[in-house]
């Protein structure tokens, strides 16, 4: 077996490994650099069959839902064979409405300790704990060799048990061991970023303390902290509002414990922005799906201290024009110091950092 890294080693993310046994390949992610400039064209690798059609190609593994490891994929022919988690699938077809996204034809899907052979190789995908839903790490196995790439992993999300059976129960007899560590701090480490579990501590304080609508800045597709967030609200007596998006996002998760429309203490706003997507591409049952539980404008004010809301700077004018922002509370990140009403004005930012505890 030999391998080929083609990029990721000296950045963080835009990953592309290349596998090589018997004659044939196959390819570990295909993704951008996160110092890709946004209309910025990055080619993609070159590898032999990912452009053009060389038989020797057997196959495209994406890890998991990130850009830095997907997103060179529409560069990709359609005629490589793609191997993702159906979650992610299902993920990336609704984030290509919305914002960035794909839609795929995948010749298979990962599941979790289930292996499937691809010519030569035998491949096991094992679930992680990341921030990213349905992240798999990869074994594979070729010649009497053995490949484990981690892909993205952490140790303190929602899932840091499925990172502990890793621990327990892991591939045997590896030979080479290809390891993300963008952040790796010993547990303890007054500098390590917190577990999910101290976040919902934090934002309960922040959601009691605050007497407006409190605005969340985070990633639609960091579920962890989706989750966070509503179990926060609930601990609370708030009522979490996504956005279309989001709501989009954990409908497509699949999994029956992660909240979505439908749930208690759950509510959905549609944006501006969002309601002239609708508009113009007539997928009018996006909104008539939600309709039990949603949200308008004119009813933010008058609910404010009840409110959680996913927020994005695009939505300040709408907001802004709701008249909601009396006492109201943007936290600056799940960490760090929340921002007053009239610094909301001016446009917020938030952070969702993770650090990985490896003892
Ligand atoms: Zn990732």
Redesign the pocket.
Known sequence: MRVRIHRGTHEI?GNCVEVEAADSRIVLDVGRPLDALRDEVVPLPDVAGLRAPDPSLLGLVI????Q??WGLIDQVSRNVPVYIGDATHRILKEAAFFSSGVTLDPAGFLRHRESFALGPFTITPFLND???FD?YSVLIEADGRRLFYS??LQAHGRKSGIFEELLRKPPTGVDVLLL?GTNLRQEGDPKSGKTEQEIEKDLIHTFKTTSGIVLAMYSAQNIDRLVTMFRACVQSGRHLVLDLYAASIAAATGNPNIPKAGFDNLLVYVPLRQRIQVKESLEFDRVSGIKAVRIFPEELAARAQDLVLSFRTSMMVEIESAECLSGACAPSGPCGPAISNSQARNGCSASSSGTAFLS
Not at 63 to 66: D, E, K, R
């Open positions: 993310g890890s998991h839902g990130h830095d490891h990341h921030s990213a992240t892909a993205d993300e």
